[in-house]
């Protein structure tokens, strides 16, 4: 029997290449969007899903279950970014970024959880980043909100474990997307005393996506932890100086480290 798998944040970039892997090596996807086009030409049935409304999440995961009697895999992808200094990002937006990423991603979890536990097997993979290692300039939130993440995933593992399910995070460096388009920018203020450094590392972010890695590399990787048997809480997937840096934070003292970020930075 093809595994069950959905995968929320499926229209464009990670998700999507998680998803069309997914279903092109066997398993039956459901690939999840706050507004899903139809007709589309995706190798896997892409349904409604808004991580904000419980009632959302309900009614998609009930569907899934209505059709298929199980969900074997969640891969808690959807998510949005934020950039910006932090005394210049307006406190509504930081919460907004955190609603998203932190507590929508709770409420899917707890929405597969009674299914998992009466099937007494299922795993529910995370999507972090890297940059939930690490504070990092001008993306202090979307760092903070991806490392809140990580601490939860460790301790929802702890308490399901007994029900036969698994929880794993995986935490992608920089990937070729659009995800700079779907971020939140904080504005770069003319009188803002940020403006010349914001605007440079505004450029340098752009840079990055545009030269990272294939998100097939990270669907390769979900692929993986699906068929190990006893997967580890964490995984970084990205280039040889991303996952560097998460080891040279762990031996370095802190200011070290931190001028490091700094001169990379050019701050």
Do not use: C, W
């Amino acid at each position: 029997m093809s595994k069950v798998v959905l995968v929320t944040g499926a229209s464009s970039g990670i998700g999507k290449a998680i998803a069309i892997f997914l279903s092109e090596n066997g398993y039956k996807v459901y690939g999840t969007s706050r507004n899903p086009k139809k007709p589309n030409n995706f190798s896997f049935e892409l349904i409604a899903l808004d991580v904000l409304k419980v009632d959302s999440i309900n009614t998609a995961i009930d569907l899934v279950i209505q059709k298929e009697g199980r969900l074997d895999v969640l891969v808690n992808n959807a998510g949005m970014g934020i950039t910006g200094p932090i005394e210049d990002t307006p406190t509504d937006e930081m919460r907004s970024v955190f609603n998203t990423n932190l507590f929508g991603a709770v409420d899917v979890m707890k929405a597969v959880l009674p299914q998992m536990r009466k099937q007494k097997a299922g795993i529910i993979i995370n999507v972090t980043s890297i940059a939930g290692y690490m504070g990092l300039p001008f993306r202090g939130l979307y760092s903070a909100t991806k490392g809140a993440l990580e601490i939860v995933t460790e301790a929802v593992s702890m308490e399901v474990k007994p029900f036969g399910i698994k929880v794993v995070n995986v935490a992608p460096g920089d990937f070729a997307t659009n995800i700079a388009a779907g971020r939140y920018h904080t504005p770069v203020f003319e009188n803002s005393a940020y403006k010349e450094n914001y605007q440079a590392n505004l450029d340098l972010m752009d840079a990055h996506v545009t030269g990272g890695m294939n998100p097939v590399e990270m669907a390769k990787v979900i692929f993986k932890i699906i068929n190990t048997k006893n997967p580890k809480i964490h995984y970084k997937v990205g280039g040889f100086m991303e996952k560097l840096s998460i080891v040279l934070k762990r031996i370095l003292p802190d200011r070290i480290y931190e001028k490091i970020l700094m001169n990379h930075y050019k701050l």
